[in-house]
């Protein structure tokens, strides 16, 4: 199961695979019980995991840099009934998270969640390495596709003037014929 397909879906608890899209949804399968159903566009929003960046006292990081830390930290997850004890969890696992924003209903759910990605032993780390080659590539990529794009701008200026002028003598033969027919009418 890969990190970039799992998603949280508003009005539903628990994560979801993302299995395939549609126009009007998605249809999603259930990391707990893995029962799939469609979920509506017009009534649920799909979050991907991977898209999700939380607060802290610096840059925000994405939620799975926060899911790497909790796994390398020694400490036992606290219980989710005790607010003190959660928010005293993330001060040690991930001390520069900003808690005056990061409030302790998404500490839990960080919580659950990242239970349920251990429990179906779903890698969400990413590798420095492996960031920095994606990254070369796409750089590379928008160079080419500026390049090519200019010239394409040029002949669709060249197109939109010759169009132009073929619409410009259009209109002017327009009434002229329209002043003929008059003219036979009478």
Same mark, same amino acid.
């Given at each position: ?137 796409? $750089? !590379? /990529?928008?160079?080419?596709?500026? @390049? =090519?794009?200019?010239? +394409?701008? &040029? *002949?669709? #200026? ?5 169009? $132009? !002028? /073929?619409?410009?003598?259009?209109? @002017? =033969?327009?009434?002229? +014929?329209? &002043? *003929?027919? #008059?003219?036979?009418?009478?």
């Amino acid at each position: 199961m890969e990190y970039n397909r799992i998603v949280a879906v508003t009005g539903l608890p628990g994560l979801y695979e993302a299995i395939s899209s549609k126009n009007d949804g998605a249809v999603v399968r259930s990391l707990d019980d893995q029962s799939t159903k469609f979920v509506s566009a017009r009534i649920h929003n799909l979050s991907h995991l991977e898209s999700i960046e939380v607060y802290t006292t610096g840059d925000n990081v994405s939620l799975g840099d926060v899911f790497t830390a909790m796994k390398t930290n020694t400490t036992q997850l606290p219980d989710l009934k005790d607010n003190k004890a959660v928010k005293q969890y993330f001060e040690t696992v991930y001390p520069t998270l900003d808690f005056d924003r990061v409030y302790s209903s998404d500490m839990k759910k960080m919580i659950k969640w990242f239970e349920v990605l251990e429990k179906n032993n779903v890698d969400y780390t990413v590798k420095p390495e492996e960031a920095s080659e994606e990254e070369e590539p796409l $750089a !590379e /990529t928008a160079t080419a596709e500026k @390049e =090519e794009a200019t010239p +394409k701008k &040029a *002949k669709s #200026k060249v197109k939109a003037t010759a169009s $132009a !002028e /073929t619409e410009a003598t259009t209109s @002017e =033969e327009k009434p002229k +014929k329209a &002043a *003929k027919k #008059k003219k036979t009418e009478e």
